[in-house]
């Protein structure tokens, strides 16, 4: 019976010390993985590479030292002047492309919408940097002005013409009048996008058409289909290489676009990108270096070398580059012209 007692006590030592040795493994705390965190010094390279990349003034961009417990191991604080056509907005999605593989949380508190912005930028919750984003309305960035007028549109796949409706530079898509012409115009008309009518000897449509062998009855009917039914067009623009510019009766039809208050210009009076998109490139490079300060240019350039351009152009708009219809453009070159 002493033995037996004894064997049983054996038997529950032995089970408890295995009990014991399950529950210190199963009770043993987790190992603390540390969190991912990026460090002041490159989230400051970050943000000043993001901010610089809106050709901003350096005296707009300053940092005023801090000396605040509030603000954790901070020093500085960034403030940013923007100028009035730049939104917060716009500064904060390049901010969160720019960081959107760091471990960092980008928190912003916009106190008056598009005129001041405080940004917190935190790395494992700590505050890394602070901003304060304001928009002064006099401020200007030196820019150029640019207008596109884009030929040969029906020649895009069906994906680059969805792709252009969306494009955030504006444009002027050129057509030649025709039944075909006016279901583009409606679709044009759906995505705010506009158009401009280009005059040559091409014009299929009766109604339209206009030849130098035609009584003067008949081209004046012509002009006025056309001044009517296209008034929302941006610009009336004339083949100046066709048979009709060069024929004796064009004065006779540019007074009669004239007399209905259409003017009519020619293609030669723009410039034009070469098709080749090395060259357009090249050539588009030159405009918006050179054309800081000066009157806006209106460029013709066919619809693949534009849909091909196009992430150029929105770095462009991004440094400051100003984007406007053909007639816009016109209006402020006169403006620029007669100040008074």
Do not use: C
């Not at 009584?215 to 039914?229: I, P, W």
């Amino acid at each position: 019976m002493k033995k037996k007692t004894i064997y049983i006590l054996v038997v529950l030592s032995v089970l408890l010390l295995f009990a014991n040795v399950v529950l210190n493994i199963v009770n043993k705390p987790e190992p603390q993985i540390a969190k991912a965190e990026t460090d002041a010094a490159e989230i400051d390279s970050l943000f000043v590479h993001a901010i610089y990349k809106f050709n901003l003034d350096s005296s707009w961009i300053t940092q005023v030292p801090i000396n605040s417990s509030q603000y954790d191991s901070l020093r500085n604080v960034y403030r940013i002047k923007l100028p009035g056509d730049l939104r917060p907005a716009t500064i904060l999605l390049e901010l969160k492309n720019a960081f959107q593989n760091y471990p960092v949380d980008l928190i912003s508190d916009e106190k008056v919408v598009n005129a001041t912005t405080t940004l917190n930028i935190l790395s494992n919750n700590k505050l890394k940097l602070q901003s304060a984003i304001s928009v002064e309305n006099e401020l200007e960035r030196p820019h150029t002005k640019l207008s596109f007028i884009i030929t040969n549109y029906e020649e895009l796949n069906q994906s680059r013409k969805e792709s252009l409706f969306y494009s955030m530079i504006p444009y002027s898509i050129l057509l030649v009048p025709s039944i075909e012409t006016d279901s583009t115009i409606i679709k044009l008309n759906d995505y705010k996008k506009s158009y401009s009518l280009f005059i040559d000897d091409d014009i299929d449509e009766d109604k339209y058409k206009l030849a130098s062998d035609f009584s003067k009855t008949r081209l004046k009917e012509a002009v006025r289909y056309l001044s009517r039914n296209y008034s929302m067009a941006d610009l009336f623009i004339v083949n100046d290489k066709s048979n009709i510019f060069n024929s004796a009766i064009f004065n006779f039809i540019r007074d009669e676009f004239t007399s209905r208050e259409v003017k009519l210009y020619r293609l030669n009076d723009f410039i034009s990108l070469p098709d080749n998109y090395d060259e357009a490139l090249s050539l588009l490079k030159f405009y918006l270096e050179s054309g800081v300060g000066e009157k806006g240019k209106i460029i013709v350039t066919n619809a693949n070398i534009f849909y091909e351009l196009n992430e150029i152009l929105l770095e462009a708009k991004k440094r400051g580059t100003k984007f406007y219809r053909p007639n816009e453009i016109i209006q402020i070159n006169q403006s620029m012209s007669n100040p008074n």
